[in-house]
């Protein structure tokens, strides 16, 4: 069954003038594109996550005339908040009005400007969140950095060149998995366009008259489980330090056994150096095709990823 996605959610609530830019700009970010998303009716709320299985190993048998100790699970409480993103517009109104085709045509572009920015930038934040040494925004919400569980849930490629380090990320998308949270029954708006006084960027003390407006919405990040996501870490430019399958196998088994990823996020770098790592097998041999698939599970190449990321993420 299909998951709604953010497109679906502006579609929902009549977001037309934005539909059109979403459905653009989120083609070139899978994060966004393929990501489940729901809404909330405020700005953010409680989960309930079970961490741990209580006696998942013996069973509760049981001789006749004995008891069986009681089963206890482990939990902890999440809050899941969702943030202020209120990008601004202003542009000199002597310039668009001379457009040739009218100032609405100027603003159109520079608004899908503006929202393909932002869009680029979730998709970032999504991964990097506002961890110390990533490349997200410390006012924005946490990613998947910040959410996954260090310990367990990583494969560490070995990679020790820190100017060239990368990861993916393996991903299960749903209500109770990873993601997208919108708030304020998943607002996403453009303002009006208004008429305002603006100060000249070069000379605080003098101004021009420009049109001004602002977007404004309210995402944020669900990681429902620590089993949900398994991230590859240390990928570099190192000898044998880059993708692999067999590193790709090494996550998938993180999982629990019948649960599996709906996706796998890696850079353009890392694509290039699973389908160099593979072996060719045809008669003629040729190179081995492009991945477009492992283990039946879909690649999506990102922009999003660093090829520069700290190894010390």
């Known amino acids: ?122 998709a970032r934040q999504f991964y990097y969140g506002n961890s110390t040494g990533g490349n997200g925004n410390a006012l924005g919400f946490p990613g998947l950095i910040d959410a996954y569980d260090a310990t367990n849930m990583v494969v560490d490629a070995g990679g020790t060149t820190a100017s060239t380090g990368s990861g993916a990320w393996l991903v299960k998308w749903g209500p109770k998995d990873v993601g997208w949270v919108w708030g304020e029954n998943g607002k996403l708006e453009l303002g009006d366009i208004r008429t305002e006084s603006i100060p000249d960027p070069v000379d605080s003390t003098k101004r021009f008259t420009g049109y001004v407006s602002d977007m404004l919405a309210r995402p944020g990040l669900q990681v429902g489980s620590v089993q949900s996501l398994v991230r590859i870490k240390k990928l570099t430019e190192d000898s044998g330090k880059g993708m692999t399958d067999a590193l790709i196998i090494r996550a998938l088994a993180k999982f629990p056994s019948g649960q599996k990823p709906d996706v796998i996020f890696m850079s353009r770098r890392s694509l290039a150096q699973l389908q160099a790592s593979r072996t060719a097998t045809n008669a003629t041999g040729a190179p081995a095709p492009i991945p477009t698939e492992s283990q039946q599970i879909p690649i999506e190449v990102t922009d999003s990823i660093m090829d520069t990321e700290s190894l010390t993420l």
Request: hydrophobic share 35%; proline share 5%; glycine share 8%.
């Open 1 to 122: 069954m299909a998951l709604p996605t953010l497109l679906d959610i502006a579609k929902m609530n009549g977001s037309d003038p934005v539909v059109g830019l979403i459905d653009e700009t989120t083609k070139a970010h899978p994060e966004l594109r393929l990501g489940y998303a729901r809404t909330i009716k405020g700005f953010q709320y409680k989960t309930l996550v079970r961490t741990a299985l209580g006696n998942p190993t013996t069973g509760s048998f049981r001789a006749a005339n004995q008891g069986t100790s009681p089963i206890k699970h482990t939990y902890e409480n999440r809050t899941i908040s969702t943030y202020i993103l209120n990008p601004r517009f202003e542009c000199d109104k002597a310039v668009a009005d001379s457009h040739e085709d009218g100032r609405e045509a100027y603003i159109a572009m520079e608004n899908s400007g503006t929202l393909e920015g932002e869009t680029a930038a979730l």
